[in-house]
């Protein structure tokens, strides 16, 4: 089956520094990878689409200087927190998907990040 | 644009009983559905996965079907445990997952 591995689960970071969270796909290529943040006890919020070798696409409200997102390869895709805040506090999950109907949509096991 | 919305919102009930969780979606224009479970904390887990050309899927307790042409899909669980306490999301996929609000499932023991 798909796999996609995130890392790191959890981070704990100062305000003011950047924090980059890794997305890949390890048995499989992903033509589009998926950011998603979730607040405590809300759902999960759709940031961002990115496609190997492109700009990624922000979704309304999403800032991308801040969010800044980044997909080298069919494989790895990167979420950086630029100048983070304690409000960017949050659960980050990506998603792969790769171009076949019989995988559907693959998320990685999410980073909670802390920012104090 | 995609627009999910999960009834109930949240539910409680003993353990042993039949659940029917419903999900619609706005947008039929999808490949798949998936549901999936989340742990207070935690990441997703995949239940089922009902490619659009399919009406229903099962896995043990559980059993799925999707009406893509109402924009409809439902989860039955079967003889409930308190292990199935959680958060239960349907997710169509199309160009990308719109998740709805969830159902937040509590069994009582």
């Known amino acids: 089956g798909a796999v996609v591995s995130q890392h790191p689960s959890w981070v704990i970071c100062k305000s003011g520094t950047s924090v980059k969270i890794e997305c890949r796909s390890l048995?499989?290529?992903?033509?589009?990878m998926f950011w998603y943040r979730q607040f405590p006890k809300q759902s999960l919020m759709l940031m961002a689409t990115?496609?190997?070798?492109?700009?990624?696409?922000?979704e309304q409200g999403v800032e991308k200087d801040k969010f800044l997102i980044n997909h080298a390869s069919l494989t790895l895709s990167t979420l950086t927190v630029t100048s983070a805040h304690p409000e960017d506090s949050s659960f980050y999950i990506c998603s792969a998907f790769m171009d076949s109907n019989s995988y559907g949509y693959t998320f990685g096991s999410g980073t909670r990040l802390t920012v104090v | 644009k995609q627009e999910v919305t999960q009834i109930p919102a949240a539910l409680s009930v003993p353990e042993g009983e039949n659940l029917v969780l419903n999900c619609s979606f706005t947008d039929s224009a999808i490949y798949n559905l998936q549901w999936f479970r989340q742990d207070p904390g935690k990441g997703l887990t995949s239940l089922l996965l009902?490619?659009?050309?399919?009406r229903e899927q099962t896995s043990g307790r559980l059993n799925a079907s999707l009406d893509k042409s109402s924009g409809r899909s439902t989860l039955y669980i079967a003889a409930s445990q308190p292990g199935d306490s959680a958060t239960y999301l349907c997710a169509p996929e199309g160009d990308k997952i719109i998740f709805g609000k969830g159902t937040r499932l509590h069994i009582l023991p």
């Open positions: 048995d499989f290529q992903a033509t589009t």
């Open positions: 009902i490619q659009s050309s399919q």
């Open positions: 990115s496609n190997e070798g492109s700009k990624a696409t922000y």
